[in-house]
């Protein structure tokens, strides 16, 4: 069975850091692009950071820049998001989803979606 598990979330201050997992079971992520999304209470989910297969070229949305870093770890079959100086803002609901090869702004494109992992900024 194809599956993604997100962890990592939790409740962090403001300026604070965390680092969300996303680990694949029963497929390797070598040849799937890595997006991360998130939801936040009465909005749609928005596109976070993606890397593309094979370790290649990454994006950010422009809210994250500077602060977030996603990377893979090939030997753990798990890409990372690296969320530092945290804002209230950046509350939410953060999912992984898996798509062939490259990523994609549009979330109907991904075939893999984890069950999500809750992260609040505040103080």
């Known amino acids: 069975q194809l599956q993604l598990v997100e962890s990592g979330g939790g409740l962090v201050q403001p300026g604070g850091s965390l680092r969300l997992s996303c680990a694949a079971s029963?497929?390797?992520?070598?040849?799937?692009?890595i997006g991360w999304f998130r939801q936040a209470p009465g909005k749609e989910r928005e596109g976070v950071s993606c890397?593309?297969?094979?370790?290649?070229?990454?994006n950010y949305a422009d809210s994250v820049k500077g602060r977030f870093t996603i990377f893979r770890d090939k030997a753990k079959n798990t890409v990372y998001l690296q969320m530092n100086s945290l804002k209230p803002e950046d509350t939410a609901v953060y999912y992984c989803a898996a798509r062939y090869m490259y990523c994609s702004g549009s979330l109907r494109d991904y075939d893999y979606w984890g069950q999500g992992t809750q992260v609040t900024v505040s103080s």
């Open positions: 029963g497929f390797t992520l070598d040849y799937y692009a």
């Open positions: 890397i593309k297969a094979s370790g290649g070229s990454t």
